[in-house]
């Protein structure tokens, strides 16, 4: 069963921590993307890859980084996590070019920070 | 910019009944598909149907109907005889045409089916 698999479904961290979010797919896919998901706003796009060591920001890239050094991982990373920051954060890839599928998601890391 | 606009935040619904979750969109392309998602409570986003600005036909899957009406840009979903397991967020999303074709999603509609 393909699938997109984010390291941790909970994390609790502290304000000024760096944080890593990991997410790794094993369908070969180009395309990775973070989003965060909060009540209201609907999933807004953090970050995406479409190959390896590429990056383009998405619509709400201040705060975040990402790392990408192998084509099935694709990492958020926080360098000092702020109260702002506490969220749903859903992984998800896709194949170049269109889809009738749209993307894969992960099953997203709920992330508190205190 | 491509915009998804879903107007309810919440929906009740009783059981074997069907359901309307509405979305209009807005955009200036002329090929765009239109997808809908269910995440249950678990988190994981769950792809329900997939509409093509340039199929005639209203695309059904199983239960699920998408009602696409080009000209007054909506994409609504049906969910037909809904089942308890139905409660969940549902968002609609649209994938933009140009460029790295990304996904751009709406604030969703909560769907509580009761028995």
């Known amino acids: 069963d393909v699938k997109v698999t984010q390291s941790s479904r909970y994390l609790v961290k502290r304000t000024g921590e760096k944080v890593f979010l990991e997410c790794v797919q094993d369908?070969?896919?180009?395309?990775m993307f973070w989003y965060r998901q909060d009540p209201g706003l609907g999933l807004r796009l953090i970050y995406f890859?479409?190959?390896?060591?590429?990056?383009e920001k998405g619509d709400i890239p201040e705060g975040y980084s990402v790392s990408r050094e192998k084509k099935e991982r694709f990492s958020l990373i926080l360098e000092s996590a702020s109260t702002n920051q506490t969220s749903m954060y859903l992984c998800?890839?896709?194949?170049?070019?269109?889809?009738?599928?749209?993307?894969?998601f992960g099953s997203g890391t709920r992330l508190t920070v205190v | 910019a491509q915009k998804i606009t879903q107007t309810q935040p919440g929906m009740f619904v009783q059981e074997k009944e069907a359901v309307t979750l509405d979305c209009t969109y807005d955009?200036?392309?002329?090929?765009?598909?239109l997808f809908w998602y269910k995440q249950p409570s678990s988190g994981e986003m769950i792809f329900l149907i997939y509409?093509?600005?340039?199929?005639?036909q209203n695309a059904t899957e199983g239960r699920y109907s998408l009602n696409f009406q080009k000209a007054r840009k909506s994409a609504n979903l049906v969910i037909s005889a809904s089942q308890l397991g139905d409660s969940a967020m549902y968002f609609c999303?649209?994938?933009?045409?140009?460029?790295?074709?990304?996904?751009?999603f709406g604030t969703g509609t909560r769907l509580l089916v009761s028995p």
């Open positions: 998800a890839s896709s194949f170049q070019g269109t889809s009738n599928y749209g993307y894969t």
């Open positions: 369908m070969d896919h180009e395309n």
């Open positions: 890859s479409y190959d390896v060591k590429m990056k």
């Open positions: 955009t200036s392309d002329q090929s765009y598909g």
């Open positions: 509409q093509g600005s340039y199929d005639e």
């Open positions: 999303a649209m994938r933009e045409s140009t460029g790295f074709q990304k996904l751009v």
